[in-house]
T-cell receptor
Framework: AQSVTQLGSHVSVSEGALVLLRCNYS??????LFWYVQYPNQGLQLLLKYTSAATLVKGINGFEAEFKKSETSFHLTKPSAHMSDAAEYFCAVRKTGANNLFFGTGTRLTVIP | NAGVTQTPKFQVLKTGQSMTLQCAQDMNHNSMYWYRQDPGMGLRLIYYSASEGTTDKGEVPNGYNVSRLNKREFSLRLESAAPSQTSVYFC??????????FGEGSRLTVL
């Protein structure tokens, strides 16, 4: 079955510090992987997606994620946190040819001034 | 551009009451989805419609029904609401292998 595991339901970083949000997937074949962001009282927005074209994927707002098959991971990073990055982040997976996305449980990012 | 529009944004029901959540998209997408979001559980798929005229169950379909009224509209109905259905509901749509576009959510409380 397709699934993703997000380690850490809450992550706090200082403004300007590195952001690292962890996501591991379980799949027998390399899937499509996504990171979404949800700001308070809003729907989800796509940050970036992996579709096997390149292992390092750059997204919006300075975020990037690296697909590591050997570790079955797709961690999200940003070199320098900004106050506006405070939000909830969701990793999601979709099997090739399937229609549905399966979401992780989310990680709430707090940025400390 | 409106994108995905959900109504109502907030609703309070008593146990046993029924209601319908409405969703409409103006992006000419084929596929539409209903998710529920609960604390610590992420988003879980209730039902989806891969194309007009088709609907399929997701992970948590019990207690819900859906109607794909036309290409634009996909409604979610609770026939007899239960407190366990207190949640935030999101409608989403996409075209082919493209990204999911989400509405702003409908917050439902069942007393």
């Amino acid at each position: 079955a397709q699934s993703v595991t997000q380690l850490g339901s809450h992550v706090s970083v200082s403004e300007g510090a590195l952001v690292l949000l962890r996501c591991n997937y379980s799949s027998s074949v390399p899937p499509y992987l996504f990171w979404y962001v949800q700001y308070p009282n809003q729907g989800l927005q796509l940050l970036l997606k992996y579709t096997s074209a390149a292992t390092l994927v750059k997204g919006i707002n300075g975020f990037e994620a690296e697909f590591k098959k050997s570790e079955t991971s797709f961690h999200l990073t940003k070199p320098s946190a900004h106050m506006s990055d405070a939000a909830e982040y969701f990793c999601a997976v979709r099997k090739t040819g399937a229609n549905n996305l399966f979401f992780g449980t989310g990680t709430r990012l707090t940025v400390i001034p | 551009n409106a994108g995905v529009t959900q109504t109502p944004k907030f609703q309070v029901l008593k146990t046993g009451q029924s209601m319908t959540l409405q969703c409409a998209q103006d992006m000419n997408h084929n596929s539409m989805y209903w998710y529920r979001q609960d604390p610590g559980m992420g988003l879980r798929l209730i039902y989806y419609s891969a194309s007009e005229g088709t609907t399929d169950k997701g992970e948590v379909p019990n207690g819900y029904n859906v109607s794909r009224l036309n290409k634009r509209e996909f409604s979610l109905r609770l026939e007899s609401a239960a407190p366990s259905q207190t949640s935030v509901y999101f409608c989403a749509s996409k075209q082919g292998a493209g990204e999911l576009f989400f509405g702003e959510g409908s917050r439902l409380t069942v007393l």
